[in-house]
């Protein structure tokens, strides 16, 4: 840590070769500049000392920060915290690049579950008065909020990863938690204008289904289109291997079906692989209804067991009771 100083935001100049730049209209960014404005600077960005060769001025040339530094000037403050340090050209590169390999990000998940914590611990706190006090929308809290309600760690750590969309998993976790698994392929593989819509109906089907009293069973099984990798593309071209069997098994007789059976085959659309969907979607499925019966079994004999352990109390305390009045 080098010398700690509270300096005015005009004396500070931006790097010239800053590592990355400010996008100032995103989210992120906007919230940033709000939460300053509410709750002030915490911390302190990272600067060195410069002198310009044309009028001889020294300022501070920033370091590390220029996100909070840029914040700051947006959100109206005329100083800030600062930790001036002695560094050269070389070794201010090197400072740039390790804080951000070794600045870990919150995971959505995590963010979320911390979110629900605050208003646990403030139980007169509403979701818009905690969006305003951390400069988010009510609707952006409304969105972290609800993936709370995914407990499944499977899917959990893919929407930490990012494998799973953030605005996929916003609209999965308004399913009820035993159907969100059967959409995790989807949630994946499709954009959100084909994954929402989709949501939306399988909620709209289990709302109906339930005002009916039906079993609104299983969701409909239908082939996820999604782009084969490069490589297994072009060995494609290079080696047919599929082309036969793909225009065999679509009947294509004529050019425009050859091409479109290819077009098929290069979005995992061809009757061969929709067949591949549907027998891994049905041992998924199987998977999960064994597992659904061995929750069910285990439920049963814990009952069971708790039954039982409480039966056996009443026995002990009637025959305690007994003893009691045989002595008198």
Same mark, same amino acid.
């Given at each position: 840590?080098?010398?700690?100083?509270?300096?005015?935001?005009?004396?500070?100049?931006?790097?010239?070769?800053?590592?990355?730049?400010?996008?100032?209209?995103?989210?992120?960014?906007?919230?940033?500049? =709000?939460?300053?404005?509410?709750?002030?600077?915490?911390?302190?960005?990272?600067?060195?000392?410069?002198?310009?060769? #044309?009028?001889?001025?020294?300022?501070?040339?920033?370091?590390?920060?220029?996100?909070?530094?840029?914040?700051?000037?947006? !959100?109206?403050?005329?100083?800030?915290?600062?930790?001036?340090?002695?560094?050269?050209?070389?070794?201010?590169?090197?400072?740039?690049?390790?804080?951000?390999?070794?600045?870990?990000?919150?995971?959505?998940?995590?963010?979320?579950? =911390?979110?629900?914590?605050?208003?646990?611990?403030?139980?007169?706190?509403?979701?818009?008065?905690?969006?305003?006090?951390? /400069?988010?929308?009510? *609707?952006?809290?409304?969105?972290?909020?609800?993936?709370?309600?995914?407990?499944?760690?499977?899917? =959990?750590?893919?929407?930490?990863?990012?494998?799973?969309?953030?605005?996929?998993?916003?609209?999965?976790?308004?399913?009820?938690?035993?159907?969100? *698994?059967?959409?995790?392929?989807?949630?994946?593989?499709?954009?959100?204008?084909?994954?929402?819509?989709?949501?939306?109906?399988?909620?709209?089907?289990?709302?109906?289904?339930?005002?009916?009293?039906?079993?609104?069973?299983?969701?409909?099984?239908?082939?996820?289109?999604?782009?084969?990798?490069?490589?297994?593309?072009?060995?494609?071209?290079?080696?047919?291997? !599929?082309?036969?069997?793909?225009?065999?098994?679509?009947?294509?007789?004529? *050019?425009?079906? /050859?091409?479109?059976?290819?077009?098929?085959?290069?979005?995992?659309?061809?009757?061969?692989?929709? #067949?591949?969907?549907?027998?891994?979607?049905?041992?998924?499925?199987?998977?999960?209804?064994?597992?659904?019966?061995?929750?069910?079994?285990?439920?049963?004999?814990?009952?069971?067991?708790?039954?039982?352990?409480?039966?056996?109390? *009443?026995?002990?305390?009637?025959?305690?009771?007994?003893?009691?009045?045989?002595?008198?």
């Amino acid at each position: 840590m080098g010398d700690l100083r509270n300096v005015p935001l005009s004396s500070i100049r931006e790097n010239p070769v800053a590592l990355r730049t400010v996008n100032r209209t995103s989210e992120e960014y906007l919230g940033l500049v =709000q939460s300053i404005r509410q709750k002030g600077f915490f911390g302190a960005i990272t600067v060195r000392c410069k002198t310009d060769p #044309e009028t001889g001025q020294e300022y501070f040339e920033l370091v590390d920060g220029l996100h909070r530094f840029s914040a700051s000037k947006d !959100a109206g403050l005329t100083d800030i915290s600062v930790d001036v340090t002695k560094l050269n050209d070389d070794a201010v590169l090197e400072a740039q690049l390790m804080a951000n390999i070794h600045k870990v990000e919150t995971r959505p998940v995590e963010y979320s579950q =911390q979110l629900r914590r605050i208003l646990a611990r403030n139980p007169l706190m509403t979701e818009a008065e905690l969006a305003d006090r951390l /400069g988010k929308s009510a *609707a952006w809290i409304g969105q972290r909020l609800g993936l709370t309600r995914i407990t499944n760690s499977e899917i =959990q750590r893919l929407v930490n990863e990012g494998k799973i969309p953030l605005s996929n998993a916003y609209a999965m976790a308004k399913l009820p938690s035993e159907e969100m *698994a059967q959409f995790v392929d989807r949630a994946m593989t499709e954009g959100a204008d084909k994954f929402l819509p989709a949501i939306n109906k399988r909620i709209k089907e289990l709302k109906e289904n339930k005002q009916q009293g039906a079993d609104s069973g299983p969701p409909k099984f239908e082939p996820v289109a999604f782009l084969r990798k490069a490589k297994e593309i072009k060995d494609e071209m290079e080696s047919p291997s !599929a082309a036969r069997s793909v225009c065999v098994a679509t009947s294509a007789t004529t *050019a425009e079906a /050859g091409f479109a059976a290819a077009i098929k085959w290069t979005m995992h659309m061809d009757p061969s692989s929709v #067949e591949t969907q549907r027998v891994s979607e049905e041992e998924r499925e199987a998977a999960r209804a064994e597992e659904k019966r061995k929750k069910d079994v285990e439920r049963t004999d814990k009952k069971a067991t708790e039954l039982k352990a409480k039966a056996e109390e *009443a026995a002990k305390a009637a025959a305690a009771a007994k003893a009691v009045g045989s002595a008198h």
